[in-house]
């Protein structure tokens, strides 16, 4: 088993991965590996990412991440909101820009379309990160809001794994426990 990922990690993956691909490409840090990034969460279990790369590159840019999971030894994931929720309209342009390392532009995924994944999951876990991205200020709620019902006919009619009760149910859930915790600072 290879040890949890810390901010450092993160942060030595991402100089190294832009050290040896020597091609623009955009990479965008997904999830929990966001939250441990901005000091949210204090590891995870691997690094998230998505990317883009032009077509002739792709293999090139695979082995790169393959070798640096071996040198480094972490675990780093392909992974998206969009392959558990429908994106929100705008996600691409609410992308944080983290850095540039070599030719590789670093972006946090859009932080609304990763809340929303974490909602629709439902999990405590995931539950306790849109908490943490809501009370550092990171998102705002009446966004949030705005974007879970921008996704929500979507997910009703273009998703059969996905069921929008339960959904519903669990960002009405989020947002008892905001109510409840509110409640407590007065």
């Not at 949890?4 to 965008?28: M, N, Q, S, T, W």
């Not at 850095?99 to 809340?115: E, I, N, P």
């Not at 999951?121 to 705005?146: H, K, N, T, W, Y």
């Amino acid at each position: 088993m290879r040890p949890p990922i810390d901010r450092l990690r993160v942060h030595y993956f991402l100089v190294k991965l832009g050290i040896e691909f020597r091609h623009p490409a955009r990479v965008y840090l997904v999830g929990g590996t966001t939250l441990v990034y901005e000091g949210l969460r204090d590891q995870s279990l691997d690094i998230d990412i998505h990317y883009e790369v032009d077509d002739e590159h792709e293999a090139e840019f695979a082995q790169v991440v393959r070798r640096l999971k071996e040198e480094l030894q972490i675990n780093v994931e392909q992974a998206s909101p969009g392959d558990f929720i429908p994106l929100p309209a705008g996600w691409k342009e609410r992308a944080k820009h983290v850095g540039r390392f070599g030719q590789v532009d670093v972006f946090h995924f859009d932080l609304y379309s990763t809340a929303l994944s974490k909602i629709e999951r439902g999990r405590e876990g995931d539950f306790q990160d849109v908490l943490a991205l809501l009370q550092s200020g990171q998102i705002e709620m009446d966004m949030l809001r705005q974007a879970f019902n921008n996704i929500l006919p979507r997910v009703e009619r273009e998703s059969l794994k996905r069921n929008p009760e339960r959904f519903r149910r669990n960002f009405a859930a989020l947002e008892a426990m905001l109510a409840a915790d509110g409640a407590k600072d007065d």
